[in-house]
């Protein structure tokens, strides 16, 4: 719900420089994210013995006091330091995906996080908008009031109405407890799970570049005033595309091989982020980004599939937290990075690096797949002869 006003509530604080603005609001997005970074795979870690139902409370309420209090902050510095603590206690998000995860028959893994997924896209796609809405009728602090109040809610719902279960298939596999050392070999012997890992920070710069930068884009498409709430549709219609085609993705990966998928997602995710660079129009953004959304709405579902198809599930809160862990270290540079470049030469020449970047995630993982599968070929001959 804040995401799409963060560079307007920063302009609120003082009389600046667009570069100033651009710059600060690629830091003050991208800090979360380092932090997260930092203590996912902790998070993860401490899920996987004492539970996970514990730490999505713990990190829920800890997200919702950070929020509260940024509709009080008056000063950047401040609302940095918020954003600090904020990713300290973002681990709901790996501890969720394992939650489900642990509670999943392999076979449907992809089908049934790509449903996951779809209630967090639905979040991304009503959340900017109704953010907007309200920024635009209640102001930037009110609804930063509101967003912490509606996770409380949230939180609670999982305090009182979940529960976490075993499946019979890993109920003796979960005696065995892994050390750190044993999680890290086992990512570095699975050629496809380490290069996921590392594409998933791609991705994430990629698709993060833009983020901050959004509303700043809308206002030169538009002049109209109530600029929030249209950058809060822009925000939504890469959700809107989400929501659409994420199940579908995640059920086709369980059909035919999760690497599969997110090759022809990374491709098609390349293709379709060029478009945005030449939008004349806010509907034709809008368009844009809805058929973008589209295209990466089976990224994450795909991933986690597939982590949840090769671990063992004592690790998979670590792994998924790991996982997060690499997509928020994107998180950090995408915004980071889209700051300076936009700064230097434009919003619109964004869009063409985070295309390449994209581009460059579907080739490295086709070389990871084909490399695997020739060793597997090769190990096979081995055996035969």
């Not at 600046?16 to 603005?21: A, G, H, I, K, R």
């Not at 602090?141 to 976490?164: D, G, N, P, R, W």
């Not at 379709?272 to 990224?299: E, S």
């Not at 599930?313 to 995408?334: A, C, D, H």
Request: net charge neutral.
């Amino acid at each position: 719900m804040v995401m799409p006003f963060l560079s307007l509530y920063i302009e609120t604080f003082g009389n600046f420089s667009d570069e100033y603005v651009q710059r600060w609001a690629g830091f003050v997005f991208g800090i979360t994210f380092l932090m997260a970074f930092l203590v996912s795979p902790i998070w993860g870690r401490i899920a996987d013995r004492k539970g996970y139902k514990p730490i999505l409370v713990i990190t829920g309420y800890g997200i919702a006091t950070s929020i509260f209090l940024m509709g009080f902050m008056e000063s950047v510095a401040g609302l940095f330091f918020l954003r600090v603590f904020m990713g300290i206690v973002t681990g709901f998000i790996p501890t969720s995906l394992a939650f489900i995860s642990k509670q999943t028959p392999k076979e449907v893994a992809g089908r049934t996080l790509g449903t996951l997924q779809m209630g967090t896209v639905s979040g991304g796609l009503l959340g900017p908008l109704i953010g907007g809405a309200l920024a635009d009728s209640v102001g930037f602090s009110y609804t930063f009031i509101i967003t912490a109040t509606a996770i409380i809610i949230s939180t609670t719902m999982v305090l009182f109405l979940t529960k976490e279960v075993e499946l019979e298939e890993d109920e003796k596999e979960n005696q065995k407890h892994y050390t750190r050392k044993e999680v890290l070999q086992f990512i570095l012997q699975h050629r496809v799970l380490f290069t996921l890992m590392l594409l998933s920070t791609l991705v994430q710069v990629a698709n993060f570049s833009v983020q901050p930068l959004l509303a700043l884009y809308v206002a030169e498409l538009t002049n109209a005033t109530n600029v929030a709430l249209l950058a809060g549709f822009a925000f939504s219609a890469t959700g809107f595309g989400n929501l659409l085609a994420t199940r579908k993705w995640g059920t086709l990966g369980d059909r035919i091989g999760y690497e599969k998928v997110l090759l022809i997602l990374l491709l098609a995710a390349s293709l379709l982020f060029i478009p945005q660079a030449f939008a004349n129009a806010l509907w034709q953004l809008v368009l844009a980004r809805f058929l973008f959304g589209m295209a990466i709405g089976g990224i994450i579902p795909c991933v986690t599939a597939y982590v949840r198809q090769v671990a063992p599930q004592r690790m998979q809160g670590e792994l998924q937290g790991y996982t997060v862990s690499f997509r928020f270290l994107g998180n950090v540079i995408g915004p980071v990075m889209g700051g300076v470049i936009s700064g230097w030469f434009g919003i619109q020449s964004v869009f063409f690096v985070t295309s390449a970047l994209f581009f460059t995630a579907c080739c490295v993982l086709f070389w990871s797949v084909r490399h695997e599968e020739s060793q597997e070929t090769l190990a096979h001959n081995s055996r035969s002869i």
